[in-house]
């Protein structure tokens, strides 16, 4: 089997298992002075992939001779991952600790840079069950691997239908749609859409069935694909995002003539509101100004660049607003969506023209298969 082993700056006098997430499965092996990450393998709920699991698991424990102390595995309890988890140390006395989805992703881009220090970590992706029982995914973080204080998110948006929601793109665009403009405005812009499926949406969203609160930045990618009619249906994981970003392929960054730019919003905005103290990134003006732009006939490669620049702005935005209370400029950016090559690549050099410190992957995916080591991590020092 492949493994990656993270060489770490100080020593793990107790070993740590930790079981990774749902999809992209990948654990982590921790003890004295370095951590080894497994591949990642497929989701664990094909079971050919979590008997595979089981094997690589046993296979490196044998091969390195660690019995683990501490167990780690991620928050949500429907995870297969974290059910193995608990499985594992019936019988057995052993500490499981259950770690934060998006708290994981930033730890492991901190040791995967062998950052000192306190970051601001920015963590986007498709779902990661938040501490408040809601759906995350468009999170800003301060702190070490000691542990780290959620600080900004995206507007919490109903998704209705849960998972459906990430196979059918079409009901993140509904439920935005809706949430704006109401029923009737929301089935005029979907008209090419079932309005029966609507009907039971609206349903669902008024009555708070199978509807669950999410921030995250995977599902507005999926609405606004949806909405401008990219992708309604996904056949793979992130097809309605992936697609999104290759619109603009070939185009450069500037909008060129001819694609109905001339009348359209120069570009999007975010726009940022208060709560507690943490600050709330709404995406209304932003879905406001894609269903403007739709109704002035600009072209579908021109509304996503507006949309992924309006995401590098708010980032650099947010980034500024938080250095100034907290006196941070490392930033770690970590998380599924990151794999999109124009928003990483233009966020990037936004970020340090600022002064900031910008860190993102190296030895370890930034997807889903890197939390483990987060999780080992933060499962010690806790």
Same mark, same amino acid.
């Given at each position: 089997?492949?493994?990656?082993?993270?060489?770490l700056?100080?020593?793990?006098?107790?070993?740590?298992?930790?079981?990774?997430?749902?999809?992209?499965?990948?654990?982590?092996?921790?003890?004295?002075?370095?951590?080894?990450?497994?591949?990642?393998?497929g989701?664990?709920s094909?079971?050919?992939?979590?008997?595979?699991? @089981?094997?690589?698991?046993?296979?490196?424990?044998?091969?390195?001779?660690?019995?683990?102390?501490?167990?780690?595995?991620?928050?949500?309890? @429907?995870?297969?991952?974290?059910?193995?988890?608990?499985?594992?140390?019936?019988?057995?006395?052993?500490?499981?600790?259950?770690?934060?989805?998006?708290?994981?992703?930033?730890?492991?881009? =901190?040791?995967? !840079?062998?950052?000192?220090?306190?970051?601001?970590?920015?963590?986007?992706?498709?779902?990661?069950?938040?501490?408040?029982?809601?759906?995350?995914?468009?999170?800003?973080?301060?702190?070490?691997?000691?542990?780290?204080?959620? =600080?900004?998110?995206?507007?919490? =948006?109903?998704?209705?239908?849960?998972?459906?929601a990430?196979?059918?793109?079409?009901?993140?665009?509904?439920?935005?749609?809706?949430?704006?403009?109401?029923?009737?405005?929301?089935?005029?812009?979907?008209?090419?859409?079932?309005?029966?499926?609507?009907?039971?949406?609206?349903?669902?969203?008024?009555?708070?069935?199978?509807?669950?609160?999410?921030?995250?930045m995977?599902?507005?990618?999926?609405?606004?694909?949806?909405?401008?009619?990219?992708?309604?249906?996904?056949?793979?994981?992130?097809?309605?995002?992936?697609?999104?970003?290759?619109?603009? @392929?070939?185009?450069?960054?500037?909008?060129?003539?001819?694609?109905?730019?001339?009348?359209?919003?120069?570009?999007?905005?975010?726009?940022?509101? !208060?709560?507690n103290?943490?600050i709330?990134?709404?995406?209304?003006?932003?879905?406001r100004?894609?269903?403007?732009?739709?109704?002035?006939?600009?072209?579908?490669?021109?509304?996503?660049?507006?949309?992924?620049?309006?995401?590098?702005?708010?980032?650099?935005?947010?980034?500024?607003?938080?250095?100034?209370?907290?006196?941070?400029?490392?930033?770690?950016?970590?998380?599924?969506?990151?794999?999109?090559?124009?928003?990483?690549?233009?966020?990037?050099?936004?970020?340090?023209?600022?002064?900031?410190?910008?860190?993102?992957?190296?030895?370890?995916?930034?997807?889903?298969?890197?939390?483990?080591?987060?999780?080992?991590?933060?499962?010690?020092?806790?």
């Amino acid at each position: 089997m492949k493994y990656t082993k993270i060489t770490l700056p100080y020593k793990i006098k107790s070993a740590v298992l930790a079981f990774g997430a749902q999809s992209k499965a990948a654990f982590c092996l921790a003890k004295g002075n370095a951590a080894y990450l497994s591949d990642s393998g497929g989701d664990l709920s094909d079971l050919e992939n979590f008997k595979k699991f @089981e094997k690589q698991i046993k296979f490196l424990q044998k091969k390195f001779n660690i019995k683990p102390d501490i167990i780690a595995c991620d928050l949500h309890p @429907e995870y297969i991952s974290t059910k193995y988890a608990h499985d594992w140390t019936q019988g057995v006395e052993y500490k499981v600790k259950t770690i934060q989805h998006h708290e994981a992703h930033v730890v492991s881009c =901190i040791v995967d !840079n062998n950052i000192k220090g306190r970051v601001m970590g920015v963590t986007f992706d498709g779902t990661g069950f938040g501490a408040d029982g809601n759906i995350w995914g468009g999170e800003f973080f301060t702190g070490d691997v000691k542990g780290l204080k959620r =600080i900004a998110h995206l507007k919490y =948006i109903p998704m209705p239908g849960a998972e459906a929601a990430i196979k059918e793109p079409w009901r993140m665009a509904f439920s935005y749609l809706y949430n704006i403009y109401g029923k009737g405005n929301a089935l005029k812009i979907l008209k090419r859409l079932d309005k029966k499926k609507m009907d039971i949406l609206e349903q669902a969203i008024n009555k708070k069935i199978n509807s669950p609160l999410t921030s995250s930045m995977g599902r507005l990618f999926d609405g606004v694909s949806s909405l401008i009619g990219i992708c309604d249906f996904a056949g793979y994981e992130g097809e309605a995002a992936i697609r999104l970003e290759k619109t603009i @392929e070939g185009m450069g960054h500037s909008v060129p003539q001819g694609y109905g730019a001339g009348r359209a919003e120069r570009r999007y905005s975010f726009k940022y509101g !208060n709560e507690n103290g943490i600050i709330i990134i709404d995406w209304k003006p932003v879905i406001r100004g894609v269903v403007k732009d739709l109704k002035l006939g600009v072209k579908k490669p021109v509304i996503s660049m507006k949309f992924h620049n309006a995401i590098c702005d708010m980032v650099k935005e947010v980034c500024i607003i938080l250095r100034k209370k907290y006196k941070i400029k490392k930033v770690c950016m970590s998380g599924g969506v990151f794999q999109n090559k124009y928003l990483s690549g233009r966020l990037r050099p936004m970020l340090v023209k600022e002064g900031f410190n910008v860190y993102g992957h190296k030895k370890v995916p930034t997807h889903d298969g890197g939390i483990a080591l987060g999780q080992a991590i933060l499962a010690y020092e806790s």
